[in-house]
Structures are given as C-alpha cells and as structure tokens.
C-alpha cells in the first residue's frame, strides 16, 4: 500500500463548470503522476511533478492544470469541463522497488471517476 | 510508432492451465524498465512484476513471470496455473532511460473459464 487516497472518488458535473480533483499521499514520495484512462487508450500521462511547485507536462495535458504547493497533494484542474474529459482519473507516485532509482515503479490511487454532462 | 503494443485484447484460459499475454516495445534506449498491472473490475491498478533491460533473468512474482526476449523487444506476462481472481484487464508498461514518465499499453482483457 503506497498510501495514496483520491478524492472525490465520484463526481458528476456539467459542462463548462470548474473542476478540481486531488490526490494526497503520505509517504513523501518526490514524483507523483496524473493520468486519465479511457477505454481502447490505456493510460495516458496528463501531468506530472517532481517536487514541489516543479510541474511538467505530459502527452494529454491540454484542458488541464496542476498544482503542488505541498509534497503530499497533487491537485488536477479542469478549468471548464468539457465532456471529452469524461474519464476514469488515476493519481500515481513513483518508488524504487529494488533501492535503485533505475527500477521507480509506479504504484497507483484507486481512481477518480468523473463524468460530464 | 507505438512504443507498447498489446495485440490481444481479449483472451480466455482455462482455471488452472497457464496464459501467456504479448506485450512488445519500441526503444533506442539501452536502460529501460519494463512492468506488467492488472487492473480488476474494481478498478483499481495493481503493480505486478519489473523487468529492468540490464536484467539477466527473467523477472518472478508467484504465479507471474516476465518472459523478456531483449532482441525481439518483448516482455510477455505469463500466468502460470490460472485462477478465476485473475480474470482482469493487464497493462504493460515501459519506462525509458532515466525518465519517469511511463508509456501504458492498451491492455488485454483475460477471462478465466471455470
């Protein structure tokens, strides 16, 4: 267990409407990860961080935007939904698996579902 | 070019035979790392097993082994004496060099037959 929670867990919205998901852990884990998942995409990497207030894109991260003033939260911003972001949303964090950085293995939260109308 | 292809997506096995799901991956990268997730239908994504390239030997979990064929660029997930908790979608993964950023397949969608 990494010690990743999600919330909310489930959220409904409308289109155009600001959204905000967050993604807390409690290990003090330096890389955390936002993906969304659709199906016939697998994951796909929206953004990432690798510490605090260091912030990078990933290959879907248009409509979105992050923050991380603290090491254990991750925020996910939509600034106005769109129902093409209707989409299961993972938060993930990066730890060595083996004592080496070579072998950062992701370990995943229990997902965000959001739908938008 | 996609750099996991997952070709199967779906497969069934029989509860307590073994099941081989293909994952091949593109790379000019020598330092690579390579890893399998199950996801249930519960949803959630479970770590199963890594396979670093400089890795001599196959990576084992338990009933999971990484079947890594460096110069064919594949990293097959077999199962070994399946159960009817393994029917689940698995992803295959790679992480390149000294990047964190991870590439996911498409995933195989595996259903154990009583």
């Known amino acids: 267990d990494a010690g990743i929670t999600q919330s909310p867990r489930h959220k409904v919205t409308e289109t155009g409407t600001p959204v905000t998901l967050r993604c807390h852990q409690t290990?003090?884990?330096?890389?955390m990860y936002w993906y969304r998942q659709d199906p016939g995409h697998g994951l796909r990497l929206i953004h990432y961080?690798?510490?605090?207030?260091?912030?990078d894109k990933g290959e879907v991260s248009d409509g979105y935007s992050v923050s991380r003033s603290k090491t254990e939260d991750f925020l996910l911003t939509l600034e106005s939904a769109t129902s093409s972001q209707t989409s299961v949303y993972f938060c993930?964090?990066?730890?060595?698996?083996?004592?080496?950085?070579?072998?950062?293995?992701?370990?995943f939260g229990p997902g965000t579902r959001l739908t938008v109308l | 070019a996609q750099k996991i292809t997952q070709t199967q997506p779906g497969m069934f096995v029989q509860e307590k035979e073994a099941v081989t799901l293909d994952c091949t991956y593109d790379?000019?990268?020598?330092?690579?790392?390579l890893f399998w997730y199950k996801q249930p239908s519960s949803g959630e994504m479970i770590f199963l097993i890594y396979?670093?390239?400089?890795?001599?030997q196959n990576a084992t979990e338990g009933r999971y082994s990484l079947n890594f064929q460096k110069a064919r660029k594949s990293a097959n997930l077999v199962i070994s004496a399946s159960q009817l908790g393994d029917s689940a979608m698995y992803f295959c993964?790679?992480?390149?060099?000294?990047?964190?950023?991870?590439?996911f397949g498409t995933g195989t969608k595996l259903q154990v037959i009583p």
């Open positions: 290990e003090n884990h330096r890389y």
């Open positions: 993964a790679m992480r390149e060099g000294g990047y964190q950023k991870v590439t």
């Open positions: 790379t000019s990268d020598q330092s690579y790392g």
């Open positions: 961080s690798y510490g605090v207030k260091d912030t």
């Open positions: 993930a964090i990066s730890e060595s698996i083996q004592g080496r950085t070579s072998t950062d293995t992701q370990y």
């Open positions: 396979q670093g390239s400089y890795d001599e």
